[in-house]
């Protein structure tokens, strides 16, 4: 059961890690492509990729915790 739990957890980091670099690529290509549209905003170009990056670090925390846990648990066994 710990061992599925695991491997789930690797999908879940992997995921966020892949989704955080792929809305980094867009945001990037949307910026060059429609700078004038960034331009109106109080806000830099970035903030929304500041923003998943702050979600993506918090689910890697809990992921890697999660994973240390049942790495002690496993070995208990």
Do not use: C, E
């Not at 995921?15 to 949307?30: E, L, N, Q």
């Not at 689910?59 to 999660?66: D, E, H, S, T």
Request: hydrophobic share 50%; no cysteine.
């Amino acid at each position: 059961m710990l061992k599925k739990v695991n491997s789930i957890l690797n999908i879940i980091i992997g995921s966020s890690i892949g989704v955080f670099i792929g809305h980094g690529i867009y945001v990037y290509w949307d910026y060059t492509t429609h700078p004038d549209l960034y331009a109106m905003q109080s806000a830099p170009w970035y903030t929304g990729f500041l923003v998943y990056g702050l979600f993506t670090i918090v689910v890697l925390i809990a992921g890697i915790m999660i994973k240390l846990i049942i790495r002690h648990r496993l070995k208990r066994q």
